[in-house]
């Protein structure tokens, strides 16, 4: 398994129709979508990363493991990714927070796809060790255990990219 930081190896064009934020997959396999902080965002992505790699015909067991690690790395992305700040407007100050958003990317790699969650953050990834009861600090361990290999960018002022790749098992 890959749990190390990694340079971006390729930028995707996005070319496509959009709605609402929401980049469609296009002949080239790639697909994008914007994610917001509410309650409902995780759900979402794994609905987005469903339709998607269904669209994609890509097979049902890879399908729901990238479902599962989007969810893994979507959580983490809202939980330790998104910075808060007071904002600047006119010269004052906004009351109450400014989101850095945060965006999920999905490619399809032959018979394999990679998910990559990208966020505000600045600090790395760490898998940590969950106490038996508690109810959360699997994630991580989850998505290794479920891709291929995993890592992210080196995160910088404008943030990090945590990413998996799948491909079918035989």
Not at 43 to 55: H, P, S
Not at 71 to 80: G, K
Not at 102 to 120: E, I, K, N, Q, Y
């Amino acid at each position: 398994m890959t749990t190390h930081p990694a340079v971006p190896v390729y930028a995707t064009p996005r070319n496509g129709a959009h709605d609402d934020g929401w980049w469609l997959p296009g002949p080239d396999s790639f697909a994008a979508c914007a994610l917001s902080a509410s309650a409902r965002t995780v759900a979402d992505a794994r609905r987005f990363t469903l339709a998607t790699l269904r669209g994609w015909r890509i097979c049902a067991a890879l399908t729901d493991d990238a479902a599962l690690i989007v969810s893994e790395l979507v959580s983490n992305a809202l939980r330790y990714g998104v910075r808060n700040a007071v904002g600047e407007a006119g010269g004052g100050r906004v009351a109450g927070p400014v989101v850095t958003p945060a965006w999920l990317a999905l490619t399809r790699r032959d018979d394999g796809v990679m998910c990559a969650v990208s966020d505000g953050g600045e600090g790395a990834p760490v898998i940590g060790t969950a106490d038996p009861l508690a109810e959360s600090g699997r994630g991580l361990s989850i998505v290794e255990q479920l891709s291929d290999a995993w890592g992210w960018t080196l995160p910088d002022s404008s943030g990090k990219t945590v990413w998996a790749t799948l491909s079918p098992r035989p």
